[in-house]
């Protein structure tokens, strides 16, 4: 008995979807894309995004000499109509006879929103959106925050014990999880444009943020630091780090800092701190679409105090450790409905310890 349609479109659409993760880390801050074409019944070609500056995942689909009469494109993405970096793809797709396509979802990008879709079916191309939307979207989730709420897509990522300790009291943070933990979490960092602490880490931990144990680009670094109490020795003290302030250093510290290659922001917020608005936002502007926060309690706190949390993964190790330092700091809560729940949490093993994930309530639908 032969497929339903449907079914048969979800299956070439995952395989788009799988196609597109080879982009993982590279891409940025551009969109995750894969595309698969088929005719009369079998693949006839696949494409991917690759990396930044390179075609289209549609365009390579399209490479070649390939008869892509009557085939049907199946792409994450909707087809885009601007000229960019490279060409645009609808007009691609209409002239390499493809008579079908079948978009996950529309492009958010001002630039293209809807109009490849228009644009492909005054070429006569049969078009639908929409298929598996839920998949796509959750790809392409820092792309989307970017574009529709100018933001980046902000998660949580902390190793604790089972009784919520991310330090002992004495500070004692080092190793709370195994090694395949710590280099699942380098991953994570690999995967993110930008990994962001605040100046209690800087100074507990002098940390690199670099991605070491794993593959991977390192992302930007952010540092959240008012007064601008960095240590020119601190391993963060140069190219590739951002460092927020409330604007109140002098210009001698400034100018040393642009001297050793870093990038600086003036935030200031409320009550002598800073704005988390205006940082996620000057993110934004960077190309930054995906950002993890990394702590100390006071920034984990500040984010969920703000809303502005969209994933928590929190590794949590089999071990007690009694006194501690909490995860995040205080929130204020007075009753259970106030706290925050995650929605569609997971669990996964990773070596001796677990991966708990999950999206507050709060954040904004995709
Ligand atoms: C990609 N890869 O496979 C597809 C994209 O800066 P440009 O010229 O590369 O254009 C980037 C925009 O193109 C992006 O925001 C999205 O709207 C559209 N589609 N982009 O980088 C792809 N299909
Ligand atoms: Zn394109």
Redesign the pocket.
Known sequence: MALPKKKIDEYYMRGALSLALRGTGK?SP??L?G?VVVKDGSVVSRG??RA??L?????MALEGKKDFRGATLY?N?E??S?????PP?APLIAERGISRVVAGMV?P?P??QGRGVSLLREKGIEVETGLLEAECRWLNRG?IRR?TLGRPWVTVKGALSLDGGMALESGESKWITGPSARSLAHLLRGESDAVLIGTGTASKDDPELTVRSTWGRSPLRALLDSRFSLSEKAKMYGRGTLVVTDGSEGEEKRASARRAGMDLLAAPGEHGGLSLPLVLSALAERGVSTLLVEGGPGVIASFFREGLVDSVSLFLSPRIMGRNLPFSGDLSFSSMGETIMLKNASVKEVGEDFLIEGVPACSPAL
Do not use: Q
């Not at 601007?82 to 490279?86: I, M, V, Y």
């Open positions: 891409v551009n969109p894309v595309c991917w995004h930044f500056g075609p289209h995942g549609e365009a792409v993405l087809p885009c601007h000229t960019g970096k490279t793809c492009d990008d630039r293209v792309f574009n």
